[in-house]
């Protein structure tokens, strides 16, 4: 196994990890940023009002995007599996 082929993994491991990340924090971002206007424009300054829609919201997004994101993991573990003899040297 050479310095490569590790550079290699983590650096695909992180664009897994990112691709499957950004749905749940665009979502998050874009009900806080909504929630916070909302707040600035009505002078409200509750915790809640902000913390709830946002849970509510990432909620969804997890059920909307969940088999696409497990998918995507899936596809990415066999592809390492699949790795494995290359690394080992035996192919």
């Known amino acids: 196994m050479n310095p490569e082929s590790v550079i290699d993994i983590g650096q695909a491991a992180l664009i897994v990890g990112a691709k499957l990340c950004a749905p749940l924090l665009i979502t998050a971002l874009v009900v ?3 929630i916070s206007l909302l ?8 915790m809640t009002i902000s913390f709830v829609p946002k849970l509510i919201a990432v909620g969804i997004a997890l059920l909307v995007c969940g088999h696409w994101m497990i998918s995507e ?6 592809e390492l599996f699949a790795r494995i003899p290359a690394l080992l040297g035996g192919g």
């Open 73 to 78: 993991l899936i596809a990415f573990t066999h």
């Open 39 to 46: 707040q600035s424009i009505t002078q409200i300054q509750e």
């Open 32 to 34: 806080g940023f909504a």
